[in-house]
């Protein structure tokens, strides 16, 4: 059994102890995120983002305070495990994090404030038809590794910048992509194994340089995503302090990676990734970590990979309250989806504002200028930009409002009165 459950019939209250450290295969995956939804329905939400090629579900487990409302600027971020199929320990810490958040909820005032204001997305495996090829054990290969079609999957997403990826898009990758849009996602980290340090952006070089040695390539968002992978790399237990080199005897210990972070075309370019798709797609700052210099280790070794990762998984999506947030709402008085926003110096990669108009950006604290671009459901184009201070522990926040100036716009007195509300809220 995955985990013990005790029942308290006189409370009607179901109680579970923890979660053990073993392998689980999809069937006890499935029916532990179907357990921890129905003992968590007012703080959890189970669903499925589609099939894989030989039909298992990806089931995804959203967790916040909110995840059955809409709660206004929650920012949704995530985690996907097991993509390569053979590099499994994604998959266990996932769920151990799934099992800390639930039943820390009542009792961590610091998890509760964080569920109350974000929605976490885990998805543990993306690729469990390859996990059912990978065995126990062996730390390097790539049995496993591809899914049922044999395909990296980390080499499949569209190539956005030189269209050389022309592969079939497979079912679990076009499931990441159409899961992308529906919440608007702000901060990401794709989980991996092999080695230990933590990748960010780009995998690729813009000049379509494919050798060795070419050298870091940089996007716009360079500062953060250095950041961000810092924060992770220093809560782990040795990614940073030992330069990201692993355990001796499990094949990573002669890697060197200077805090355990690196530029993901400095250590080998990658075209197809998913990460880089992220950030060039839709604006989504994520990152791959490699956790572990085995890929499939023995059960016997997993909970000193979760005791090793647990307050960096914690800490790295705290960091997506910082920067900047707010509202979009046209002269109609409609929030206004997929507007496009840029930071002045920044304006090759764009970010998007999602249904309820809503918008999120992790900047470090310094001064930018936003712009906003967008065409209404009149067919009025708006273009505005206002300058921002982001400072540390504060998210800054700038609504953008266009009031209208012809005839027959927003007449009604209780639609000024709202917008009149926002623009006052933001400063209170």
Not at 293 to 302: E, G
Request: net charge negative; proline share 4%; hydrophobic share 35%.
């Amino acid at each position: 059994m995955y985990r013990s459950i005790l029942l308290i019939l006189c409370s009607g209250v179901m109680m579970t102890e923890g979660l053990e450290h073993i392998h689980h295969n999809f069937t006890m995956l499935q029916d532990y995120l179907t357990d921890v939804q129905s003992t968590y329905p007012h703080i959890t939400k189970l669903y499925s983002i589609g099939p894989t090629v030989e039909g298992r579900s990806l089931w995804v487990l959203a967790i916040g305070g909110h995840v059955n409302t809409e709660k206004e600027l929650q920012p949704h971020v995530k985690y996907i495990g097991n993509m390569h199929g053979n590099e499994v320990v994604s998959r266990e810490v996932l769920l151990h994090l799934i099992d800390y958040y639930v039943t820390s909820y009542g009792n961590n005032e610091t998890i509760k404030n964080f569920l109350d204001n974000t929605v976490v997305h885990i998805l543990p495996s993306m690729n469990p038809d390859g996990w059912e090829n990978s065995v126990e054990g062996q730390c390097t290969g790539v049995v496993g590794r591809q899914n049922a079609n044999n395909i990296d999957l980390n080499r499949n997403f569209p190539d956005l910048v030189h269209n050389e990826n022309t592969g079939t898009i497979q079912l679990e990758t076009q499931a990441i992509i159409d899961w992308l849009p529906k919440y608007n996602f702000v901060l990401s980290a794709n989980i991996h194994g092999g080695v230990v340090l933590a990748n960010y952006p780009y995998d690729f070089y813009l000049n379509n340089t494919w050798g060795p040695n070419n050298g870091p390539s940089v996007s716009p968002d360079d500062d953060t995503f250095r950041h961000i992978s810092l924060v992770y790399a220093r809560s782990h237990h040795t990614m940073a302090s030992t330069n990201g080199i692993g355990i001796p005897g499990q094949g990573c210990d002669n890697q060197f990676f200077q805090d355990g972070i690196t530029n993901g075309a400095d250590w080998y370019p990658v075209i197809g990734g998913m990460q880089d798709y992220n950030y060039i797609a839709r604006g989504i700052l994520e990152i791959t970590l490699e956790i572990s210099c085995c890929k499939y280790p023995n059960a016997s070794d997993l909970e000193g990979f979760w005791n090793r990762n647990k307050d960096a998984l914690v800490n790295y999506l705290l960091e997506v309250h910082r920067g900047v947030k707010g509202i979009i709402i046209d002269e109609n008085n409609n929030r206004v989806t997929n507007a496009v926003l840029t930071i002045q110096g920044r304006e090759s990669r764009p970010f998007y504002s999602g249904h309820r108009g809503e918008y999120y950006r992790m900047l470090l604290p310094g001064n930018y200028v936003l712009n906003v671009n967008y065409t209404s459901a009149s067919g009025n184009v708006t273009t505005e930009s206002k300058a921002i201070n982001v400072v540390e522990g504060v998210v800054t926040r700038v609504d953008f409002i266009s009031f209208a100036s012809g005839a027959g716009h927003m007449t009604s007195f209780m639609s000024y009165l709202i917008t009149v509300f926002i623009v006052v809220y933001k400063y209170l």
